[in-house]
């Protein structure tokens, strides 16, 4: 507990000044130059944000797990996944171009849109998933605070220098981006760098968890989670205006640094969870957590409905008129603290297709009620179907997790990744 514990502070103080610093650009950005803008900025981060999960396609988890149960192999993995980021992200770089000239955007954010997507190059050499499997959750912290820290300042200032936004915003971003991989690399270089395991069997073995027919369950798995999460994002763009879209991400935003703060704990336990056993009483621990976690989430819930308006005029100097789509998202915190932490539970033991079924159904949801609400509700329509989507998710997660053998009760079932299925 004492070490987990040391972990999440370690990684938290990074990832609490990140986010921070991310939200101090969206409340300079609708301070100064309104929702619109603060709606380009909203859609072209979602945006990159699909192409750099398509560009990772779930190796920074398979290499996290494989990294914490023989460091000694750090280096064959890396050049594994070196090798499926840089064609994943050319192939998904060049399709998000694509979108940004062609596709249906406001013709306002096309440019924007483009920066951003250019700036995910630098995350395909990033060594994150590195520093995450070894346990180094300070300088993962750190890499965070920098990263985010670089693009905010640099960004603001460039804009009060220059008087413009989008050279500034996506200049300041791939810049940032690119420091922070060459800062990971050279810790890894100079202070992580171990003696390699390069024997023949070790390199067949790392090999067969990098096979395409491994990898892409795992990536699609991610990227329908993420659909859920924020594909209204992407919808609101094709099908209402600019505005509409900062609206929704103003109350949304907000959500994102509570569900932040959470993730800290179950980036944490990954690795933990990755080398496991425990059998039934760890299972039933694991229900109490659950039962715990969703009393905490609806009780933030509550706090949030009430103060709503307040908290949106101190964020942003107005409610935007966002109070109402507030208070819609945040019946799905209680659900999301719970789907995190069995997501995370479920891939740590290599059930990466249950975790794929269910994002993927969550998504299916997700995509088919905005197609239906948005024309008529816009932001509100998302924001239900948001609330939907997460209950689907939470079920089919449920499921999974009461009928799979976790935690040593017995071996996986077939549909686990062999390669995975054995812990060091």
Known sequence: ?????????????????????????????????????LGIVALSQTISSYVMLGTDQGLRMIG??????????????????????????????AFAIVYAWKGPVPENARLYIFGFVLGVIPYAFSLDWLAWGLGKFGWLGVWRAAVNLLFVLGAIAAILLTGTT????????????????????????????SSP?????????????????VVLPLGMATIFNLMFNNFDTVMLGAMASAREVGRYNAAYKILFVLFGAFYLITQSL????????????????????LVALGVLGGSIAVMIGIWAAPLLRILYGSDVNAIHLLRILSFAI???????????????????????????????CNILLNLWLIPGHG????????????????????????TKTIFGEAEPKAEALEALSTPA
């Open 1 to 37: 507990m004492k070490k987990l514990f040391t972990s999440v502070l370690r990684l938290g103080v990074g990832e609490g000044a990140s986010r921070l610093a991310s939200f101090a650009l969206f409340a300079y950005i609708s301070r100064s130059f309104g929702l619109e803008l």
């Open 64 to 93: 996290a797990r494989l990294v914490a149960r023989d460091a000694n192999a750090a280096p064959a993995i890396m050049r594994f996944v070196l090798k499926k980021r840089l064609i994943s992200c050319a192939v998904c770089v």
């Open 166 to 193: 989008l050279l500034p915003i996506t200049i300041a971003n791939g810049a940032s981006a690119s420091l922070g991989a060459v800062l990971l690399w050279a810790l890894w270089r100079f202070r992580w760098r």
């Open 197 to 213: 395991s390069e024997s023949k069997r070790v390199l067949t073995e790392v090999e067969s968890h990098f096979r395409w027919a």
């Open 270 to 289: 990954y690795p933990i969870l990755s080398r496991a056993k425990g059998g039934r009483k760890t299972r039933q621990t694991l229900a109490y957590v």
């Open 334 to 364: 209680p659900m999301d603290l719970c789907v995190a932490l069995m997501g995370t539970v479920l891939v740590s033991q290599g059930y990466d297709k249950s975790v794929l079924w269910g994002a993927g159904s969550a998504a299916g």
């Open 379 to 402: 932001a509100t329509g998302a924001a239900w179907a948001t609330d939907v989507s997460y209950l689907v998710l939470l079920l089919a997660l449920s499921k999974s997790c009461l």
